[in-house]
């Protein structure tokens, strides 16, 4: 990842899965918490940040359709994937890399590596 942050830039990854038949909450939940190692982030001079994961799994690929996020979520509101993906939020504890606080342009402090 660090290695294509750093030739690509945020804009131009894509994040995708094999699996089109089910709902890959935990898959997700997983890429949004992941970090770089500090050394990683240091050599390639990168950070992975929320806004990076973000464009990585979706913002990217909707910019390159021409979709409008935030209306195709209020046309899609309500449905059974809309629902499941509330369940799953609902169920699990708030979304945060262990020992670090996420910032919208980075990572604030280190620990526990």
């Known amino acids: ?3 294509l942050l750093f030739w690509l830039g945020p804009d131009r990854i894509i ?3 094999d699996f089109p038949i089910w709902c890959p909450h935990w ?3 997983r ?3 992941f970090e770089l190692p500090g ?3 240091e050599e390639y001079g990168v950070t992975l940040t ?3 994961n973000q464009k990585v799994v979706g913002e990217n690929i909707a910019r390159l359709y021409g979709i409008d996020i935030e209306a195709k979520k209020q046309q899609l ?3 059974e994937f809309d629902v499941s993906h509330q369940e799953f939020a609902n169920s699990v504890p708030a979304r945060t890399r262990p020992g670090r606080a996420r910032t919208e342009t980075g990572v604030a402090g280190t620990a526990g590596r």
Request: net charge negative.
């Open 1 to 3: 990842m660090a290695n």
């Open 15 to 17: 994040g995708g899965t």
């Open 27 to 29: 898959l997700l939940d």
């Open 31 to 33: 890429f949004m918490t």
């Open 39 to 41: 050394d990683i982030e």
């Open 50 to 52: 929320m806004e990076t």
């Open 77 to 79: 509101a309500g449905d």
